[in-house]
Every structure is written in structure tokens, then in C-alpha cells.
């Protein structure tokens, strides 16, 4: 009830509207939703807006786009009740307390091909009298009805021929051998929808007969940040994931939009405005406040008071800043500087804020340094960071600097706090990235509620650990 009034009030409150999509009476599935936020997403639109025009892509099967309609007409239904129906109307109107059950038929057990052929095969007879009866609605989405039936059954064939494949023969290399001449038999239309399935991915990970992966998860293979055979990770992933596996998924699978806090816009527009002066060639102490006022009014920054409070804050910071700059034996060499390197079959990627070349020594050595507008932290709190162990990590994988130090400034106070990395450091930190990216390509997104990451998650209201 509170997502509905939440969405009703501010249709970009896209967590709210994945939370009704994925609940009675709507529950589209995770595949179908994945799909509707990346046409959204595409077309620049808030994600009710987005739902709409799902309706009219042929990426969106039959099934889902009746629990869209069916979303569509209830939102229209509850945004003209919501000012005139008594509360326990509204309430029955947006719960579906009517008893209509549209949620999907639990599948069947034993062999996992023979019980995707059998639920599949129900889903395609299933489908047929509703697809029959718009052949006699002049609609604009009949053409798209008819292809994707179309496909159910030449899906239908498929598995059929699977399930008799010659003895020896992999899963795998069947699929090979049956999909081009599938593809072969099928409309410009067809082709697409029979492309964009995600059939393959959920038979190939279904794992020894008997065990069927669950559908909602398995068909969210497409959606991961796959790069080569691995995955495209930065330490911001990494961190979301060790910290709570179903955050990363409503994040980085899902991609739900989530409204950036005032804070931190702040912190964005600190990081931008020491960007642009240091490329402009590291002038002034006026030139970095100029900096600073013009920063402010391209992150629409307001005039409350907690804004003006901020606007201090990040003048005097600056100005400090630009005085430890000044004073120091070190000279900074590099800004912005991205990395990307290879770490078992996952590519590793990000940018380090500042690099600074030491002072001193018989050899060169360096200094990476990565700002924070948070709260300091101290050395000891920070032993098991994963972001400054990557940074050095990428140091010397892609550009080759032997030796370096870490460190992270806080610019709101001023300090700076050296974290030492060693070898040992690194092997851990591989040990991690293995172990995150062999979740995630087991799509294994159960969350992991503390008090510390629940209280500042934005996907609470979507949450099932939320709910207990």
C-alpha cells in the first residue's frame, strides 16, 4: 500500500514501482522488469512511463505485457480514485482484493528439460486463444502477439529435439546445431524475439537433471555486466555486493533509478570542481573558488539553509586544500587517471582521483590518493578496503609502477589518512574479486540485512529482508 501511494505521488520513485510490479496482483517477472527499466532507461523516461510503452516492444513477451496492461489500468484507476474513493476502496482497488490470481504456475519437478518442455508447452496452449482472438482486433500489437507465439512453438520444438538429442551429444552443442536453422524459418520480427530469449541461458544453467534453475533468476543472465567470459567489475561493485548481494542485483543487474541525495550531489560537485582545476593547470586559490560558485549552479543547488551550510563547507575546504597543495613535497603528475586490467576472467576497471609523485628516494615511488567528503575514517577502520588494495593493485598491472603508496584525503577536513597495501593485500583482494564474481554468475542475490547497510539503502520499500 505504501509503494502504491508512493508512486502515485512521484512516478520517478522507481523502487516503489518495481516493489508493485513484483507483488500480486501484477508479479512480472524479473527478466520482463529488467527489460522494461532498460527501454526506460533508453528512452529517458520515468519507469510508469516506460511501462507503457513496453506495450509496443517486441522484446516484451505476451504474458508480461497483460501484467503491464494490467499495471497500466490499475495506475490509471488508483491516480482518479486517490482524491475521490473511500480509503477501504482505494485499498481493495490497488491490493487486487477482488481474489483474481495472476501469477504464474508453479513448475513441475523431475528432469530439468522435460520439465521446462512441459511448463513451456502449457504456456504456448495456453497462449493460443488469446492470441486467436486479436486476430479480429484491429490492434497495433496483433503482429506482435502472432511472432511471439509463433516463437513459443518453435521453442517448443527446440526443447522437443533436445530432449531427443543423440546420446553424448552436450546440451550445449545441440543448442548450437538447432538455433540457425530455427532462425532460419523465421520472420525479421521472429528472429528478434527468438534472439532476445532467454530460453538458452536458463537450459544451459539448469545443472543436473532433476534441478531446474529457478526461471526469475536463470533469465537474468542477459542482464549482468558480462564482459568477455567474465565480468566488468569496479570496486564500488565489489564493495555493494560483499556488503549485500540483493543490493547489487536491484542496482547493477536491475539498473533500479534511484534519486541522488543532497549529499551527495555535494560530494559530486566537490570531485568535479578539484577535476576541473587541476586540468585548467592548478591556478589560483580564486580561480578554484570561481570554480566552486559556477559548480554550485550547475548541480542546482538551492538556497536552504542546510545548502548554504554546505556551500561554507566546501569553501573553506577548498581554500585549505589549495594551501596543503601549495606546501608540499610532492608534486602531482596525474588526475582523473583511469585503469582497466584483467584479474582471472573478469576485467577490473576505475579511475583514481590524484596520483602524486613522492619526493625523495633513491627510486620513484607514488602516491594515489582518492578524495572523501565523508566522515574520516581511520587507518585501522580501513584494513580491509577493497578500493585503495585495487588502486594499487592497477598501479602495477596496467601502468606499471612498482612501488606506491595509498591514501585517502578527506577534503571537508582536511587530512589525509595513508593506508599501507602489501603483497599480502593483494592476494586477498584477488581472492575477493574470484569470489564476488563467481556470485554474481550464479546470480546467488540473497540479501544481507544489518542495521548499518539496511538504514541507508535506497531499495528498502523493494526489499524482502525489509518486510521481516
Known sequence: MLAWMRLLADPHDAAAVVRVLARPPIELRQADLARVIHLARQRKLDL??????????????PEARERIKRFVELHRAASAALDTARPDLFTRLVLGADGEETGPEPRGRGDALKATLQTLREEVLGGLGRIAGRLREPRLDTDLDISHGVVGYLELLKL?????????QSLADAIAELNPRLLAATTPLQREILQTSTLDETLIGAGPPGKLTRPEES?????????????????????????????????????????QTLNQRFGIAVHQVLERYHSDGDQTLAQLLELLEAGWRRGGFGASEHER????????????????????????????????????????????????????????????????????????QLKDDIQLSLYALAAREDWGLSS?????????????????????????????????????????????????????????????????
Open 219 to 259: 533469465s537474468l543472465r542477459p542482464f549482468l555486466p558480462r564482459k568477455g567470459i567474465g565480468l566488468a567489475l569496479s570496486a564500488s561493485d565489489i564493495e555493494t555486493y560483499r556488503s549485500c548481494p540483493l543490493r547489487y542485483k536491484f542496482a547493477r543487474v536491475l539498473r533500479i533509478p534511484t534519486e
Open 309 to 380: 551550510e554546505l556551500h561554507e563547507m566546501a569553501r573553506v575546504a577548498l581554500t585549505r586544500y589549495h594551501a596543503r597543495l601549495q606546501s608540499q613535497d610532492s608534486e602531482p603528475v596525474w588526475f582523473e587517471r583511469q585503469f582497466s586490467f584483467r584479474l582471472g576472467p573478469h576485467h577490473l576497471r576505475g579511475r583514481v582521483d590524484r596520483v602524486d609523485r613522492l619526493a625523495g628516494g633513491e627510486s620513484e615511488e607514488y602516491e594515489l590518493i582518492d578524495y572523501k567528503t565523508s566522515r574520516p575514517k581511520t587507518a585501522e
Open 48 to 61: 510508469v512511463s516506460g511501462l507503457t510503452a513496453a506495450g509496443e516492444s517486441p522484446q516484451i513477451p
Open 404 to 468: 606506491s603508496r595509498q591514501a585517502y584525503h578527506y577534503v571537508l577536513d582536511d587530512l589525509k589518512v595513508p593506508v599501507p597495501r602489501g603483497e599480502k593485500d593483494a592476494e586477498a583482494l584477488k581472492e575477493t574479486v574470484l569470489a564476488v564474481g563467481e556470485g554474481i554468475l550464479a546470480q546467488e542475490f540473497e540479501p544481507t540485512p544489518s542495521a548499518a547497510a539496511c538504514s541507508i539503502c535506497d531499495y528498502r520499500i523493494v526489499c524482502p529482508a525489509a518486510e521481516v
Open 160 to 168: 522437443t529435439a533436445l530432449v531427443q538429442r543423440p546420446p553424448g
